[in-house]
């Protein structure tokens, strides 16, 4: 099956705005949380898309359910475990609403993120752009903070 030229844009934005957000990460909070909408936004779209291109009912509604899971990688189980785990300490906690917050707001987050990365980053050569781009981020931190502490001043 080929793409279609919506799923192909789909998976472009979401890889680069993971490089994006792997850029910003040690340096703004705030991009990286709306850089997460930009990865996790149109893989769904481009999952639903290719899930409703199905011709009979039945089959859209198994794809569609399908367009959740994440691509097979050994660290699948661990992380269900983890939410597992989160999801019995939000029912056990004396803070409900703060803590279906969290799982809702920030885990399932970093849940969507994880499975965009197996998506997007799927081959060496977008794994080294990848951790390039984190490794520039990281040295342009690193020398503000040593040009920092030497000056004495921001």
């Not at 520039?136 to 921001?154: C, E, N, T």
Request: charged share 10%.
């Amino acid at each position: 099956m080929t793409l279609t030229t919506f799923e192909v844009w789909c998976h472009r934005i979401s890889r680069y705005a993971l490089y994006a957000m792997i850029y910003f990460l040690p340096i703004s909070i705030a991009l990286v949380e709306s850089l997460s909408a930009f990865v996790i936004v149109p893989l769904f779209l481009k999952r639903v898309f290719g899930a409703w291109q199905s011709r009979s009912s039945s089959h859209k509604i198994k794809s569609f359910l399908e367009a959740f899971y994440a691509i097979e990688n050994p660290l699948n189980k661990p992380i269900t475990i983890f939410v597992a785990a989160n999801v019995i300490s939000a029912l056990l906690s004396p803070y409900l609403a703060l803590s279906w917050q969290g799982i809702f707001c920030k885990l399932l987050q970093g849940v969507f993120i994880y499975v965009a990365m197996l998506e997007c980053i799927n081959n060496p050569r977008r794994l080294k752009i990848f951790v390039t781009i984190f490794f520039v981020s990281i040295a342009l931190v690193s020398i503000s903070g040593i040009v920092q502490f030497y000056l004495g001043k921001d």
